[in-house]
């Protein structure tokens, strides 16, 4: 079952407007990790912001936050003043404990963000 | 910061030929190394988890004689894509691991291309 789930393949924003990228998770755990990467065309997986499950405040990383409400099992990744160089792949994922795995990131389909001029 | 070197970051190979994969941590001791593959614009696929000193786990569908991974040492694992066929074709992305380190490093990875 999909454990991760962005439902949006792909967004649009112009530059220096405020983007949401939309994250859900499913889980029975009370202790996991969400993680948001960006991916740009070359491949590399670069991390952009952690939020831990029992963290009461939400995630902030310079032009990234994290919109955590636990409740909701929602993670939404919030780019301010988007730049051209925001046009990526943005991945969000999931560390919880797995007997096969142990810690692995289970990721979401991703989003595709293109921001124009 | 931690890094993870990965190599190569490009390869060509003939069918039937075997291609390895190497993943180097650079300035810590990776004791877990996790590996994924993707194809173009779908997500990450985890294939497999390693321990240094021990079998790696193959997550399900992922055969273990076509995939081999080898993690003898803290700062090196390898993933050998055995008797490539086409169907192979991807990109393979390492992701290291330290003890007591929820944090994670992604190699850059390989795109594989089997003709």
């Known amino acids: 079952a999909q454990k991760i789930t962005q439902t949006q393949p792909g967004m649009f924003v112009q530059e220096k407007e405020a983007v949401t990228l939309d994250c859900t998770y499913d889980?029975?755990?009370?202790?996991?990790?969400l993680f948001w990467y960006k991916q740009p065309s070359s491949g590399e997986m670069i991390f952009l912001i952690y939020?831990?499950?029992?963290?009461?405040q939400n995630a902030t990383e310079g032009r990234y936050s994290l919109n955590f409400q636990k409740a909701r099992k929602s993670a939404n990744l919030v780019i301010s003043a988007s730049q051209l160089g925001d046009s990526a792949m943005y991945f969000c994922?999931?560390?919880?404990?797995?007997?096969?795995?142990?810690?692995?990131?289970?990721f979401g389909k991703g989003t595709s963000l293109l921001v124009t001029p | 910061g931690a890094v993870v070197s990965q190599h190569p970051s490009r390869v060509i190979c003939k069918s039937g030929t075997s291609v390895k994969i190497e993943c180097r941590s650079l300035d810590f001791q990776a004791t877990t190394m996790f590996w994924y593959r993707q194809f173009p614009k779908k997500s990450l696929m985890l294939m497999a988890t390693s321990n240094e000193g021990s079998k790696a786990t193959y997550e399900q569908g992922v055969e273990k004689d076509k995939f081999l991974i080898n993690h003898a040492s803290l700062t090196l694992s390898t993933l050998t894509v055995t008797s490539a066929h086409p169907e192979d074709s991807s990109f393979y992305i390492c992701s290291g691991q330290g003890a007591n380190n929820y944090g994670y490093t992604f190699g850059s990875g390989t795109r594989l291309t089997v003709v």
């Open positions: 994922a999931m560390r919880e404990p797995d007997s096969n795995s142990g810690y692995a990131l289970n």
């Open positions: 889980t029975s755990d009370q202790s996991y990790g």
């Open positions: 939020q831990g499950s029992y963290d009461e």
